[in-house]
């Protein structure tokens, strides 16, 4: 599904077809710069984007706009809060963006975005610029034509979601006074399969590591030497092959113990999403959909735990052959999780299985590379019904409400440090290529993005009024 | 062990004491020459090396020298066939080199060759460069003093031994006629533990081979599908597992079929060999020596077959993490083979066997890298009779007769198409960092190896006078 929105009326819309140009070149502005916050060497980029994604705030007229430190990447914050007694509502985004090898699959350079039949082809194109230029075109749009937001709003756009957020808990605690409202929408969701606008009511959590397993002292000749001592590779490779079953089931001791039950209503609710499986599996190109034994698709997509080796090297991977026994081997391992995993505990209990497992010729090590917890969201809270009423008005059918496979570890974090209700939103189409070659975003759901959230700021000042 | 090899009679000695320096400098300028066989951008400098030989051989007085086309790298040939009634010898080497990488764990430049306490440290430095330096340098020797050599000579250097001498059987098998020898010596061998003086008389064989396992389109997010599809890293790595048992046993159906069995009185061999396996491990810096359960250290090195992964690849290898499901993963596999056997139906094997393992949600390819068949040396014949002598009379003690867990696929191709007993011989230190970072050669042995090639030219010829 790509509709049309349905226009503002009068003066917003009027402002908003006389900028739409404006709007377009400064969100391609913001998508050339590489803010790839999982690797150093980007870590200037990430402070570009901050900078300037904190002038637009300001242009925007938002109030006590901050480029804030936090020990990494650094957290932008702005605000509006001069409408007497409309509730506060606290927005999330986040301003880096995944890496972007393998690059040769790409159509054009990710950080130089181009436009093509209604889509915007770039590294963060969806995930998460869109839903940041969204909002801010949003409010822009409020504060010229009437002067004023319906409600007051807290603007908070982190660097590290796309590592982790490493730095963002403490940077919470340190500023929960500040960021008091009475609800926070966690802005870096999207639509539905079929592009149907959604609202997602679960997250998955996150628990990333590296194994790094070590033989001999360097590459030696594996004619010389194979068959006397442990092959890192293959040592590497059985660890990998023991962590889950062929019955798509997670072998770690204790993995599952804080699962919480799908509910039936939570099974049937799922069961209830219009999702074409074929298609699905067509569009991945992949021979068969696989996972863990009795479970559906969906639940396993979204509502039960995993576990996949991101990366993998060692060893000779030129052309041709060089025979030898590696040194060394290592793999990056994130297990996404559920209700009430927690990421520090799964991930001590995949230390002590990896260490317990590994082959007596070799040394190994596993490192936390950061986790976040699982979330779920309040369906009946004003705010996610709100939403809900300016989605439906906006693109014309009431939002599916989905569970999504994702991590966002600041809803987590938001619930339980700031104390607020989390309501996760956003524009991103289905299929948009986030974390892969080609990311894009759908110009229909942008403009229609920024309606929406017109809508339910509007929307929210009136049903509290 | 690194002796002063005991000096030839007058001239010879004289001849080589006043060209020492000359000799080294070319030995050094053949490193210098980056003739990598397994990588294609190293076409030319194989050209490059196979050039220079042939320039190097005609300055030594040898004839009809020639730079012979194979459809791959070339072949250099020279002879010098005017020792009338003498007896007639082969003598193969290699000029290519395995690759340098990784680069940063070399102490110098691979191809930059420098000598720090009687060592040359370079790429090829042993592998098989030496052995080709030290028989033109023995050939020179004896044309510059006594204007003739004492047994007749073909010299047939190959560049492919390193990347599985894909064309040279062919070539042998063209060439037949003119290789016509009363024994061929297969100068790709070195001593023994301790630097001892040693005769290869068991030579595994090699099947190498790359797995692709892929899956997804390209590398698609693991929170939005992350349970729902193959991961297929972890399924490459179930690949693996699968394929060695923890008893260190390989799990190919029918692997083992063709392994001829040691016989009591070789096991014998092999366990009176002087061998610290302390020392060994403590080397090459390993927790533990591990292999097939069943099997002595050195019978796991030299005289059972093995499986190594020589190289994996796969996802995200960068800094930090990137939540992703790979498109795809890839492993380059290589099986060292004992007597009797045969690369191709290893191959065979091993593909039918990783296919049948496959997962269903990966699409899986078995592609061959090449190989080579495993042989073993007459001890008894006359030329390895004599090559003993040799180094006792150079080295002062009698060889040992070893098994190496090397392959050079040569050695059975000269035994099979040419028809020749073959001798495998060589003057490279056991610890000299063949196919690793750091190679090196010992000066001692470089030169004693010169001496006693001069030593065996002598007599063979004396003894079938």
């Excluded at 080796?309 to 025979?323: A, P, Q, R």
Aim: net charge negative; glycine share 10%; aromatic share 6%.
């Amino acid at each position: 599904m790509s509709t049309t929105p349905a226009p503002l009326a009068g003066e917003l819309e009027a402002q908003l077809a006389a900028t739409a140009d404006r709007r377009l070149a400064r969100y391609l502005d913001f998508l050339r710069i590489p803010s790839i916050s999982g690797i150093p060497g980007h870590a200037a980029d990430c402070r570009r984007a901050a900078e300037w994604l904190a002038g637009d705030l300001v242009d925007a007229r938002l109030e006590h706009v901050e480029v804030s430190e936090t020990g990494g990447h650094p957290v932008v914050y702005g605000e509006w809060l001069r409408a007497a007694g409309a509730p506060t509502v606290l927005l999330y985004g986040h301003y880096d963006v995944q890496p972007v090898d393998p690059l040769d699959e790409w159509e054009a350079a990710p950080f130089e975005p181009v436009i093509r039949g209604g889509r915007v082809l770039a590294r963060g194109a969806s995930d998460d610029k869109s839903n940041i230029a969204i909002a801010v075109a949003a409010v822009r749009a409020l504060l010229e034509t009437r002067g004023a937001l319906p409600v007051n709003l807290k603007l908070l756009f982190e660097g590290e979601e796309e590592s982790s957020s490493v730095h963002l808990d403490a940077w919470l605690a340190a500023n929960a006074a500040r960021l008091a409202a009475d609800a926070a929408l966690v802005a870096d969701g999207g639509f539905f399969e079929g592009n149907l606008p959604a609202i997602t009511v679960g997250l998955r959590g996150i628990c990333a590591a590296e194994i790094h397993v070590r033989g001999p002292f360097q590459d030696v000749h594996s004619g010389s030497h194979g068959g006397a001592i442990d092959n890192p590779i293959n040592a590497l490779a059985g660890i990998i092959a023991a962590l889950k079953g062929p019955d798509g089931r997670i072998r770690i001791d204790g993995f599952y113990d804080d699962v919480v039950p799908l509910s039936e209503a939570e099974r049937a609710a799922l069961a209830a999403l219009p999702f074409d499986e074929e298609a699905y599996r067509a569009g991945l190109q992949v021979p068969a959909l696989v996972g863990e034994a009795g479970w559906t698709t969906l639940e396993r997509r979204g509502a039960r735990p995993t576990l996949d080796v991101n990366g993998i090297w060692g060893g000779f991977s030129g052309e041709g052959s060089k025979t030898i026994i590696p040194g060394s081997a290592h793999a990056k391992v994130t297990c996404r999780l559920v209700a009430d995993q927690d990421p520090a505990r799964v991930f001590e209990l995949l230390r002590a299985h990896v260490l317990r497992i590994a082959p007596p010729g070799v040394r190994v090590e596993v490192v936390s590379l950061g986790g976040g917890r699982p979330t779920t969201t309040p369906i009946d809270h004003p705010a996610t019904r709100a939403f809900a009423a300016a989605l439906e008005a906006t693109f014309g059918r009431p939002p599916l409400f989905a569970r999504e496979g994702g991590s966002v570890p600041v809803a987590a974090s938001l619930a339980s440090i700031v104390g607020l209700p989390v309501t996760v939103m956003g524009f991103m189409p289905p299929n948009g290529n986030f974390h892969a070659p080609n990311e894009w975003m759908d110009l229909a759901n942008f403009e229609g993005g920024i309606r929406a959230l017109v809508r339910f700021f509007d929307g929210l000042a009136a049903g509290s009024a």
